[in-house]
């Protein structure tokens, strides 16, 4: 897990670019979702956190994106997700 305001736009890049970083968190409304997701795009900086792994940010507390990630979001909904 990586707070987006601990680490440099460069890092940032050449974390995404090698799959190291593939999902960003709302670590307010404790949700995670696709780097693609436009909800995401929106959140501040200060907000925003980055995962590896969909199983790195659950085990972290996060629930998937109902926008970006409505399969998986209906899962947890339903309780197939903890």
């Not at 404790?30 to 436009?38: A, H, N, R, S």
Request: charged share 35%.
């Amino acid at each position: 897990m990586v707070k987006h305001q601990e680490i440099t736009d460069d890092k940032l890049a050449r974390l995404i670019k090698s799959k190291k970083i593939r999902f960003g968190g709302n670590v307010k409304l404790k949700i995670y979702g696709t780097l693609q997701c436009k909800s995401g795009k929106r959140m501040r900086r200060e907000n925003r956190l980055f995962f590896a792994t969909e199983k790195e940010a659950e085990n972290n507390g996060y629930r998937p994106c109902g926008h970006c990630m409505k399969h998986d979001y209906l899962k947890w909904k339903n309780g197939s997700i903890q």
